[in-house]
């Protein structure tokens, strides 16, 4: 048997399947053009390849399916609950844990619990619905990344961490006491799926220790973080995966986690804490909010397929096969004359749209353009992150602060390509690599002033023409 990680196939293999649609290049046209050029408002089933979320997206497996069945529906108290609350228990360390029906709401709960306005949550990359729930509770989202991220080529293995120099220097300052929380995203999604490493987070656990300020993980990614932990920091490549992110989750205070990821199902998220006072405003806040503390919002079959997902997410294998068939796409793509941000991680790869497309201005939205392109081309469906979704922009929704990167995220669900369906990918953007020319830009028709990139409408700009 071949033992190269690269040449092993994945762990499992397929039992139930869901057929993709292939529209015509005139049906993808008049749905994207239905769509407001914005692929959040595509239909699925207009979709050949969705590469949009890797957020409950994945596939679960038949011993998943199986604890599903066994789901315990009671009100309070129910055999799921505490299947589920051992098995997390065990993962992570902490004494309390509650349940939630995703990320965001757990977000929601403990920044309401824990920030008071005027206060300011540090983190090395709030995710978009973490930095909007930081803002609702009143306090003010810092992003403090390392330096090393800035460089997208360079091959820095942990590109994700927070920037220590950076934190103390808040820390210490005359903004020192407003500091109520340091919150790590692992992997760092909102910068290139880069992972933070356990030197930087047991950095992080000092600077929080001597300066009495919580330290919490946004641990939505804490599987994928740990294998590269495991492949790129030398003094963990003997620890299991599991062991890894049960040392992560010990460094913290406590944690906000969405399920949808690394829980292997299509819905779920937990908060993580040990401090007790903090646990009781919580629970009443979950309570009033989200369910009884004993389901915060699931049913018992999802905390069943939750109990097992999270067994199944930190098997070597599994998460090994993840890591090179995303290397594998990153490659292919790389090959066809496509810069990504490097090195590759495994959630997600992100096309640097700006260097492929220099004809386009940020203005014009070279990230959105290549991702449109995607779908146009090839039924292809992502997300720019680029200056459509994080560029500052005015009231008449003209730019006027470009993001530093212009990238399209290719999120990859668990489970549900293969191969073949990377290398289709990767073919459509070889041929969008031989012509970038030909890519359109694109100007704003109408646009929500929070969260813009979810609902804005755009046009394509007539060829030649400049915004
Ligand atoms: N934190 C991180 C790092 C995330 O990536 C997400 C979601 C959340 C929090 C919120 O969790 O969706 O369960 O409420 N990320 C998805 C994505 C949506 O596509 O990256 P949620």
């Avoid at 306005?117 to 983190?123: A, D, Y």
């Avoid at 500091?179 to 995203?185: A, D, E, F, Q, S």
């Avoid at 459509?428 to 804005?456: C, M, N, Q, T, W």
Wanted: net charge negative.
């Amino acid at each position: 048997m071949p033992t190269g990680p690269a040449k092993l196939p994945p762990p499992y293999r397929i039992k139930v399947v869901e057929p993709i649609p292939f529209l015509s290049a005139e049906e993808r046209r008049l749905a994207l053009t239905e769509a407001g050029y914005n692929p959040f408002n595509l239909r699925a089933d207009q979709v050949t390849i969705d590469l949009l979320s890797d957020s409950g997206t994945g596939a679960t497996s038949a011993a998943q399916e199986a604890a599903a069945a066994l789901g315990d529906e009671s009100y309070a108290g129910a055999r799921s609950w505490f299947r589920f609350r051992d098995e997390v228990r065990d993962l992570t360390g902490y004494p309390h844990i509650l349940p939630v029906h995703q990320g965001r709401a757990g977000e929601r709960i403990l920044f309401g619990s824990l920030l008071k306005p005027g206060q300011i949550c540090i983190s090395n990359t709030h995710f978009d619905t973490t930095h909007a729930n930081v803002e609702l509770a009143g306090a003010e989202p810092r992003d403090l990344p390392c330096p090393e991220a800035a460089d997208l080529d360079s091959d820095e293995p942990f590109k994700g961490n927070i920037d220590l120099d950076a934190l103390e220097r808040v820390l210490t300052g005359p903004e020192g006491h407003r500091v109520g929380l340091v919150l790590v995203t692992i992997t760092n999604n909102g910068l290139g799926a880069q992972p933070v490493s356990m030197a930087n987070l047991e950095a992080v656990r000092e600077l929080c220790r001597r300066h009495a300020v919580p330290f919490f993980l946004d641990a939505a990614r804490f599987a994928e973080n740990a294998w590269l932990v495991r492949e790129r920091e030398p003094a963990y490549s003997d620890w299991t995966p599991r062991q890894i992110a049960t040392r992560a989750f010990q460094l913290a205070d406590g944690c906000v986690v969405s399920l949808k990821k690394d829980g292997l199902t299509a819905i779920g998220g937990l908060i993580g804490l040990r401090d007790d006072d903090l646990y009781a405003v919580c629970e009443a806040n979950l309570i009033a909010t989200e369910g009884f503390s004993t389901y915060g919002g699931l049913a018992g079959h999802d905390l069943e397929r939750l109990a097992q997902g999270l067994q199944e997410v930190v098997d070597p294998a599994y998460l090994r096969s993840r890591a090179a068939s995303t290397a594998r796409l990153t490659q292919m793509i790389n090959d066809a004359g496509v810069d990504t941000v490097q090195p590759p991680g495994i959630h997600a790869l992100y096309l640097n749209a700006g260097r492929l497309l220099p004809h386009l201005a940020p203005h014009e939205f070279p990230g959105h353009s290549l991702g449109c392109q995607l779908y146009l081309d090839g039924g292809i469906r992502c997300a720019e992150l680029g200056s459509l979704y994080l560029g500052g922009m005015d009231d008449e929704h003209q730019l006027v602060t470009p993001a530093p990167f212009e990238l399209v995220r290719l999120a990859i669900p668990r489970r549900v390509y293969t191969d073949t369906h990377f290398e289709y990918v990767a073919s459509v953007l070889a041929d969008i690599a031989k012509a970038p020319e030909r890519v359109r830009g694109y100007r704003i028709v109408s646009s929500p002033r929070l969260l813009r990139h979810f609902k804005v409408r755009l046009e394509p700009l007539a060829p030649g023409v400049v915004a």
